[in-house]
């Protein structure tokens, strides 16, 4: 005899024949009483969930972040404590716009989400591998998401839209030229950089707070495809970077990042000239110079892409102490849509999930609702609060510094006395003649098929960015013509 587990069916009963349905007579039809076919088929009815509405493409695997400098000064937060700590974490990267069957090999930002699993619960970093973004008012997010994903009547991806989008919005200009560089399509996830992007609060013991900025830095070096050789890998597997990092990891060749902050004291907000919380603007290293922090490490495969990879919830509002929100704008409406998106795609009580679960105590009053199979809190009768049961109680001395804030509510426009061209300026000029050469026809690829009027709005914004940004698109448009 066999010595394979018993199959049985959900409720546990020994599943007798696996192979052949219960029908009346050999050739008759199916009995309605074979509810074991009828459990198999109505489970695979529900394997599908919502995907994500954006990001919907990812890869994922667990790691470690390991301190190795001492930034207590600026932090109180527990994975910073003392060098040499370790702290478990999960990471998933992703492509933006393509659906969840996408081809991995594919001009896009790439989706950077780290959730540390500290003993101050779950801290969630979401960020990119652009230390910018497409626009700094959330208002602008879901209509850029828009010309991103299909047209409503032709259902294909339509270049008119985006670059009549990014025409219409000069803020999206630095995001766009890092998008067409050679760092918009890399070879994988282990070759490029992570970036927390939004500014946020680091908080010291003595309830000081300080703007901080995360950085990781690929230890495996920038690699980068042409969209000929991606177009030639794509034709080949459509899996390029979920195989490039799960064999990383099985081989025991660990991917790595070095973890940088840059601090601003919190009163140098007032003084920049740029809005620190701007997410269309880095904080040049010059100003505030990029520390060593710690170093991050992949090194454990999940066992299961569904329960870990897809059905991780990753978001902003995951903070612990020490840590904080900024006023940048973006950040605020972030706070807002992730869990609202969690509890539509995997339901109310989605962090008893596995992946998502904190491995800290966690003690809190909320009820009923899908998924509710974690326990009671320690004493059965302290189900409300305030109540006279020894039930869980608030702990105010985490309360954060309070935030000074100033202004009239108004809605101001952001585009007014916003200088949207110095910083792509100062990264054009980073790139060298080659790097230019394929920002050029990489631009005027993406652009074929646009209407003139829209190249030609475009092109005004390349023109105030460097007069050779513009003629070089050009020349690449006309090539690209004959
Ligand atoms: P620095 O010369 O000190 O920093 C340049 C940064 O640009 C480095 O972090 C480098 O990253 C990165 N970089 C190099 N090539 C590319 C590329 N093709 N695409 C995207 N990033 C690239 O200058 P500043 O701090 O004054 O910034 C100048 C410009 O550099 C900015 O306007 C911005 O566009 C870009 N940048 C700045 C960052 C910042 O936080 N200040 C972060 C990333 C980009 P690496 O070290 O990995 O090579
Ligand atoms: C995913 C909204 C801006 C990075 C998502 C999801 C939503 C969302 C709803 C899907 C979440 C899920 O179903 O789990 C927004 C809104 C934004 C915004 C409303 C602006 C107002 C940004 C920015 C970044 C970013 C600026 C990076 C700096 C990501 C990443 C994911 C994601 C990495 C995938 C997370 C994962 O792997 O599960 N976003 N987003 N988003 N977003 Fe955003």
Not at 326 to 340: E, V
Not at 427 to 443: A, W
Not at 451 to 476: C, M, N, S, T, W
Request: hydrophobic fraction near 35%; glycine fraction near 6%.
């Amino acid at each position: 005899m066999s010595d394979a587990p018993k199959l049985t069916t959900t409720a546990g009963a020994p599943v007798a024949d696996n192979q052949n349905a219960l029908t009346a007579g050999a050739r008759g039809p199916v009995l309605m009483q074979d509810y074991q076919l009828l459990e198999k088929l109505a489970h695979q009815n529900r394997e599908r969930i919502p995907e994500r509405v954006v990001h919907a493409k990812g890869w994922g695997a667990y790691g470690t972040l390991t301190i190795t400098h001492d930034i207590t000064q600026y932090t109180k937060a527990a994975p910073f404590s003392e060098v040499g700590k370790k702290t478990e974490m999960f990471a998933r990267f992703s492509t933006v716009a393509g659906e969840l069957g996408a081809a991995d090999a594919e001009r896009d930002v790439r989706g950077f989400a780290l959730k540390f699993y500290t003993e101050q619960g779950n801290w969630d970093l979401v960020g990119n591998n652009t230390p910018v973004f497409f626009v700094r008012d959330p208002y602008k997010f879901p209509d850029f998401i828009h010309t991103q994903k299909r047209h409503p009547k032709t259902n294909m991806r339509s270049a008119t839209a985006m670059w009549d989008f990014w025409s219409l919005s000069p803020e999206s200009l630095h995001q766009v030229t890092i998008l067409m560089s050679d760092r918009g399509l890399p070879v994988g996830v282990r070759n490029i950089n992570g970036y927390g992007s939004h500014t946020y609060s680091f908080i010291n013991a003595r309830n000081e707070r300080f703007w901080v900025k995360f950085h990781f830095k690929t230890m495996q070096g920038h690699k980068h495809w042409t969209n000929a050789e991606a177009a030639e890998v794509v034709g080949r597997t459509r899996e390029s970077t979920q195989d490039d990092l799960f064999r990383a990891i099985e081989r025991g060749d660990l991917p790595k990042w070095k973890v940088q902050v840059q601090i601003m004291p919190e009163t140098d907000a007032e003084k920049t000239s740029y809005n620190p919380f701007d997410l269309t603007k880095v904080w040049p290293h010059g100003d505030y110079p990029p520390m060593d922090v710690a170093i991050l490490e992949l090194n454990r495969n999940p066992e299961n892409y569904f329960a870990e990879v897809e059905q991780a919830a990753f978001s902003p509002s995951n903070i612990i102490p020490g840590i904080g929100f900024s006023p940048d704008k973006m950040l605020q409406a972030r706070i807002f849509s992730y869990a609202d998106a969690h509890r539509h795609r995997l339901g109310t009580h989605y962090e008893a999930l596995p992946v998502n679960a904190p491995r800290c105590p966690m003690h809190h009053y909320h009820k009923d609702g899908q998924m509710r199979f974690f326990a009671n809190n320690p004493n059965p009768d302290a189900y409300y609060e305030p109540n006279s049961f020894n039930g869980p109680v608030q702990s105010p001395e985490f309360a954060e510094p309070p935030l000074k804030i100033s202004g009239d509510a108004d809605r101001y426009d952001h585009r007014e006395g916003n200088d949207d061209y110095g910083q792509p300026r100062a990264l054009f000029n980073l790139f060298d003649d080659g790097q230019k050469s394929r920002l050029f026809s990489n631009i005027a690829e993406a652009m074929q098929g646009v209407p003139e009027f829209i190249v030609d709005r475009q092109l005004g914004h390349f023109e105030k960015v460097h007069p050779d940004y513009a003629a070089g698109v050009r020349d690449a448009l006309a090539k690209m013509a004959k």
